[in-house]
């Protein structure tokens, strides 16, 4: 007869295989809609074992609204009602949900989505099965896969490699008119070694990744060339002192945008065509970067360039920006324990090789500052700029529609801070700044425009009755081509719970608001939100909101006869959370052990 450990460990294989069973594969034919994507992550197969063997949850609820204006109902239903359910069962800590939702005669439901995942630790060791991550270089992975990986990590030394599918084929019926877009399976194989540590360090990685041409039907592949690529990265750091340190990037990749191209042969070539098949359709591309960073007591500093050069892509990257090369600096510093200074500066430009018809160059700079003036008052206050340009590359550009444009942006925010036994305030203004000018000599300025805000609250804070009550007032004046338009708000909002569990909540919000188009429309409007939630046995929610918005046009030319727009609303809701099954874990006795 099987002992207890025996069962357990024959119940674990089993779940572990039935989810291996449950790959993304069994899915493919599914539509997207409605579909919740569900991982089975774990970290060990004992993270497995200690978690509780069976867990049902769930809830069900409704919510219901009322909406009416006195403009009508064209563009929203008076009514709006929703039903959902959900069910979540918890087997060994693997999480599988499953949802209803029905709303106004429409109705979807979800049912998880499985992959599967475990990374078994020993040691220094560390295994990867099925949709796992493994850190290579930025410039040619960032993708997860689904295979198998294995690394190995010390104080001093790193390996690992991994090889599985990087992305799923996908294969709809190519007569379907609703077909998706098909895509190749992709499948990659990849190695990483490093040594050292802190500021001295050297790693290489190496990626190889592929498409699966018989993974799409044939009708398909006329249509999407299947892609190879080879990317090999190196990293290092190099640490001349001990506050004065160099960092490197630098990758290569071969990619061919169509496999089936035809071959290139030369003598070189050939020596890796086990590896990588050089094709008319191959190209072999450069990017990497480099930094220099200093780091003394109370300052930090780094000045930096990077290069991505044209077409550079590798298949283990979602998405990478190239042909473009950057050039920043940055520093900080903290002064007496109470100033904090950081400035920084970037410039980027792009057509590296000169074969675009015209070269974009842009640069950011920025300043900030932030100091606890007193144990109340504290100052914060910044500056932020951006400079576009254009100019010449393979064509010249026409003077009349040459970019030239510069953006500055000023803040500036102070408050202070009363902690009392009774009762706490916090006073805050803000000041913001911005302009956005187009500097070409021929502009017109229809695409200029300069804002500034200003800003103040209050936030009053009532200990004994833990009530909190904020009012703000903001003003807001924009300006740009023969236009101009302003804005002020003015709010009240308080919150307050009830009860002796504090299980009845409420709050309730006030607000004014003017806005003024120049020439054009002066608009108020007021409003008022009050919503109420009770929380019956801890598993019944309860909750009510309700809106009144009223606008009206105060132009002297407006018609009066009307006094605005009314807009009303009601909404009521109802959570019931359950608990169908919860099968603990028994934890180990002293018995258990001997």
Sequence with gaps: MMSRNHTKRAYIYMLCVTAVLFTPSLWRGQGEA????????????????????????GAVGTQNTYYHSSLGSGYRSPWANSLYANLNISVYGISMPFAFYYSNNNSSFSFPHFSFHIDPTYKNWRGHFGRSNMALSPYIMNMSFNGVGLEYTSSRLRFGAFYGELRNAINDDPDDPKARTPQYARVGWG?????????????????????????????????VNPQDNIAIALRGGLGLTKWLSLRGNLAWSAFSSDKRAQRVHTAQLDRWDKIFEARYTSLMRIAGDISANLNLKGFSSQIYYKMVQPDYTTLGLYYTSNNYQSLGINASTSLFNRVTLAVNFS??????????????????YSATASTNLTDRLSLAAGYNGYRQLQSDGKAHVNDSTRVNRIMHSVY????????????????????????????????????????WALGLSHALDIKAWEMTIA????????????????????SLTTGRSFLKEKNLSTSATVSLCYNDIRDQQRMLSVGADLSAGYTLAKVHQFSFSAGFNKYSD??????????????????????????????????????NVQ
Excluded at 194 to 203: E, Q, R, T
Excluded at 474 to 489: C, E, F, K, P
Excluded at 580 to 588: C, D, G, P
């Design 347 to 364: 410039g980027q430009e792009d057509n590296i090789t000169r074969n675009q018809l015209y070269t974009t160059r842009g640069f950011v």
């Design 554 to 591: 105060t132009n002297l030319s407006a018609d009066h006869s009307s006094m605005g727009t009314t807009e009303v609303s009601l909404s009521l809701g109802y959570n019931y959370t359950f608990s169908l099954l919860n099968l603990k874990r028994k934890a180990k006795t002293m018995n």
């Design 471 to 490: 009012t703000s007032l903001s003003h807001q004046t924009s300006s740009g081509y023969q236009t101009r338009y302003t804005s002020d708000v003015l």
């Design 34 to 57: 409605g579909l919740f994507a569900q991982t089975l992550t774990q970290n060990t197969i004992s993270t497995i074992a200690k978690s509780d063997p069976l867990i049902i949850t």
């Design 412 to 451: 500036l925010t102070p408050s202070y801070n009363i902690d009392g036994d009774h009762v706490g305030q916090v006073y805050s203004l803000s000041f913001n700044y911005t302009q956005n000018k187009d500097l070409n000599r021929f502009a017109t300025g229809v695409s200029d425009v300069k804002t």
């Design 191 to 223: 190695f990483k070694a490093g040594y050292g540590s802190g500021l001295n360090f050297i790693d290489l990685y190496l990626l190889r990744a592929y498409d699966k041409i018989g993974s799409i039907d044939p009708r398909w592949q006329e249509k």
